[in-house]
């Protein structure tokens, strides 16, 4: 191993930045092929609209409420405007052009995306992207010029990123402990997570079928993973780098059995920056490994803000989020109100956050299967890209893309239509045939005209086993629950 390199990380940093780069590069494309049929003028969720109604409830102050440069530009074609820049930084910040002021760019049209999308864009994953990117603002030189690849990072800005990644598997581990869930507490959860979970994979049929010893065995790993390697991360060098290559092979496992978007990929790249040029020099081929580092082509005065800003950020940061993860950590712990405000006016930005999905599992899996019909006797289901319908369809491989209204249709599932008010949109827009909408839809069983009726019926599926897959071909098995909508028309 090249001692040169141990504990320095300008090519971790430069490997870091891009892989960063590639996740903002799919979560724009991604957000754009979509936009027009969840938030645009003739959409779900028009966000226009939901802007207005934002400055009718808080006049001047919704630009605090909801930050996002739609305020400026409004929220009609400019989100598309919007998306294409984004995909050109994100290209550049590949290539290394401007990466800080692409960071920048990157953050805040994000941040605009995510306001302007609503429902549609609450998502841990879209936190975790914005969260990671403001530390890595400090992280990338200020150069406008290409190759500078191999500047070594500002130690602080490389912490703090260590920390988002220590808050993140901690928490994840944490919550599933104190939630009371006592699937996660016995072990049990994973006997059945991978046919409950929102968008499984053709694999995660195959690792459902496999004993339960054994998925008690992996959930134990799991934890093991979850709540002692994050603490491996700031011990020396040989701990961290087990830690990290032992968190990143739990996002590859989760990565092949469920389609969780860019989350795995963009936690895969914040371990990346956990492992020092020497560890990366044995492993790459000469042609890439760092034998040398160069500072950024910084003036002197440049250099003495971002060192006062990158301190102060990152004090601020570590007190906040280490409050604001606290009660994650234990159910008896409970704050005052002192830290209210602070998170009242942060929040907003959501660049500090706490983590921890499937605190609570889903068992079992309740489905939405909406129909149409001309004469209310023979109904024809829609069929989405993605989520479980057709029950000799396979799951598919969809990540790092993100069908963003597949997945909220499983939430959807799990409550009440009260609480859910769009899933009646889309049934209107059914019945209207709105073009931007059915482009969402994978197989339209009224290609002609839209019909005269749509109803919306929740199902519980699972998988089916091994000799009934044989047998029948069959993915899936579903018994009919009740009417989520009962048959609507527009009149």
């Not at 914005?130 to 890595?136: C, G, Q, S, V």
């Not at 936690?267 to 042609?287: E, F, G, K, Q, Y």
């Not at 019909?373 to 829609?382: F, G, I, K, T, V």
Request: aromatic share 16%; net charge neutral; with cysteine.
């Amino acid at each position: 191993m090249n001692p040169e390199g141990q504990n320095r990380f300008g090519f971790a940093a430069w490997l870091f930045l891009r892989l960063l780069a590639l996740v903002y590069l799919v979560a724009f494309v991604s957000a754009w092929s979509q936009l027009s049929g969840l938030v645009g003028p003739h959409g779900l969720l028009p966000a226009q609209e939901f802007f207005d109604e934002v400055y009718r409830s808080y006049g001047s102050h919704a630009y605090a409420v909801l930050p996002s440069l739609c305020w400026m530009f409004g929220a009609g074609k400019f989100l598309g405007v919007l998306c294409g820049t984004c995909v050109v930084a994100s290209l550049l910040l590949f290539i290394g052009v401007a990466p800080a002021p692409c960071l920048v760019l990157l953050w805040a049209g994000y941040l605009s995306l995510c306001a302007a999308g609503q429902v549609f864009f609450n998502f841990q994953w879209d936190a975790l992207l914005l969260e990671t990117t403001l530390p890595a603002i400090f992280l990338a030189p200020w150069s406008l010029k290409p190759g500078w690849c191999r500047a070594e990072p500002p130690r602080v800005a490389r912490l703090l990123l260590w920390w988002l990644l220590f808050r993140l598997m901690l928490l994840s581990g944490a919550v599933k402990l104190t939630s009371g869930d006592e699937s996660w507490r016995q072990l049990t959860a994973l006997t059945f997570h991978y046919e409950t979970q929102p968008l499984p994979t053709p694999l995660a049929w195959y690792v459902h079928q496999l004993p339960a010893w054994f998925h008690r065995a992996v959930c134990a790993g799991m934890f093991v993973i979850e709540l002692v390697a994050p603490f491996c991360l700031f011990a020396p060098r040989a701990f961290r780098h087990r830690a990290a290559l032992w968190i990143a092979a739990l996002m590859v496992a989760i990565a092949l059995t469920g389609n969780y978007t860019f989350f795995n990929f963009l936690t895969i790249a914040l371990c990346a920056l956990c492992l020092d040029d020497a560890w990366w020099s044995a492993v790459l081929p000469r042609r890439t490994a760092v034998t040398a580092w160069r500072d950024a082509s910084l003036h002197a005065w440049i250099v003495r803000c971002q060192h006062w800003l990158l301190h102060g950020f990152a004090l601020f940061t570590f007190v906040i989020t280490g409050l604001i993860s606290v009660p994650a950590l234990t159910r008896n712990l409970v704050f005052g109100d002192g830290l209210a405000p602070i998170e009242e006016l942060l929040s907003p930005f959501r660049s500090f956050n706490t983590y921890g999905l499937f605190a609570i599992m889903t068992h079992p899996r309740p489905e939405l299967i909406i129909e149409g019909s001309d004469d209310r006797l023979d109904w024809r289901a829609y069929e989405f890209p993605d989520k479980p319908s057709d029950l000799a369809r396979a799951p598919t491989w969809v990540a790092p893309f993100q069908p963003r209204l597949d997945w909220q249709l499983w939430f959807a599932a799990l409550e009440s239509p009260a609480h859910n008010s769009w899933v009646l949109a889309l049934c209107q827009h059914l019945l209207q045939g709105t073009p931007e909408v059915l482009a969402l839809i994978a197989k339209n069983p009224f290609p002609q005209h839209p019909p005269h009726y749509i109803r919306v019926v929740r199902y519980e599926y699972h998988f089916t086993d091994a000799a009934t897959r044989a047998r029948t071909g069959q993915w899936w098995s579903r018994t009919p629950l009740d009417y989520y909508i009962e048959p609507v028309s527009l009149r």
